[in-house]
């Protein structure tokens, strides 16, 4: 099988694709050297300029696992999500709030179970129905 490779040295084809060129560099005295130098400086020297670690992002998005992610993760409002809230706004006991979703859950499920059994065919407005409790009890866990 030909090599299919980076101009880097580094494969395309492989599953486990092999380390960058510059592992090399991590060694001993290297990190040793780098321990002893300011970081200013490691940054002009070329072969301890690897082993400084970037700054972390301050804000924005970053790409990782092929993915966008956020660098505040937060998690989106009921409303953001276009989900009913079914639930007071303001400060409110969770636990009593928690407790009245899960008695919603169980009635909607026997709910559910009877429109299956009378008609089968009107399940998908149930099944939403238990969705949005399902995540404004998410929603308030966290």
Do not use: C
């Amino acid at each position: 099988m030909p090599d299919q490779s980076q101009p880097g040295g580094q494969q395309l084809d492989a599953s486990y694709p092999a380390p960058p060129d510059y592992f090399a560099l991590f060694t001993d005295a290297n990190v040793a050297r780098l321990a002893t130098t300011e970081a200013s400086a490691a940054v002009d020297d070329a072969e301890l300029k690897f082993l400084v670690p970037p700054e972390p992002p301050a804000s924005g998005s970053y790409a990782g696992f092929g993915r966008m992610w956020q660098v505040h993760d937060r998690l989106p409002t009921l409303e953001e999500q276009n989900i009913p809230q079914l639930y007071s706004e303001g400060p409110i006991d969770r636990i009593t709030e928690l407790k009245r979703l899960n008695h919603s859950i169980l009635f909607e499920f026997l709910d559910l179970v009877e429109v299956l059994i009378k008609d089968p065919s009107q399940f998908s407005a149930r099944t939403e129905r238990i969705r949005d409790i399902f995540v404004n009890a998410h929603h308030l866990i966290n």
